[in-house]
């Protein structure tokens, strides 16, 4: 079964910083491709970030500079270090693994769990 637990989010003021991680268990994390989407309320689930098995990244344009994705495959945690946070990076962030979703969309089934997301808060 695979898992997927994200967290660290929280509630923090314009330019401040925020770590969210994301553990992973169920399946071989030092090959799989990890990403982290989120979706403010009333929006679609955007992507945010990935991270290759061979470390190759990506960022969307509207975080590049601020955000930085990471991953430990002793732990088999992936993270995503937000720095200089906007009011507009306010949404449920979720971890996901290739293969498995859709993502921001909970799941908990026979196949696993993951989707439960975390909560980030940016205000003035």
């Known amino acids: 079964e695979v898992h997927l637990v994200e967290a660290g989010g929280g509630s923090v003021q314009a330019g401040g910083s925020l770590d969210l991680s994301c553990t992973a268990s169920?399946?071989?994390?030092?090959?799989?491709?990890m990403a982290w989407y989120r979706q403010a309320p009333g929006n679609e689930c955007d992507l945010v970030s990935t991270?290759?098995?061979?470390?190759?990244?990506y960022y969307t344009n509207s975080v590049k500079g601020r955000f930085t994705i990471s991953r430990d495959n002793v732990k088999n945690t992936v993270y995503l270090r937000m720095e200089t946070l906007k009011l507009e990076d306010t949404a449920v962030y979720y971890c996901?693994?290739?293969?498995?979703?859709?993502?921001?969309?909970?799941?908990?089934?026979?196949?696993?769990?993951w989707g439960q997301g975390t909560q980030v808060i940016v205000s003035s």
């Open positions: 169920g399946f071989t994390f030092r090959y799989s491709n």
């Open positions: 991270i290759t098995f061979d470390g190759n990244i």
């Open positions: 996901a693994v290739e293969g498995y979703g859709p993502p921001c969309s909970p799941y908990q089934g026979r196949l696993g769990s």
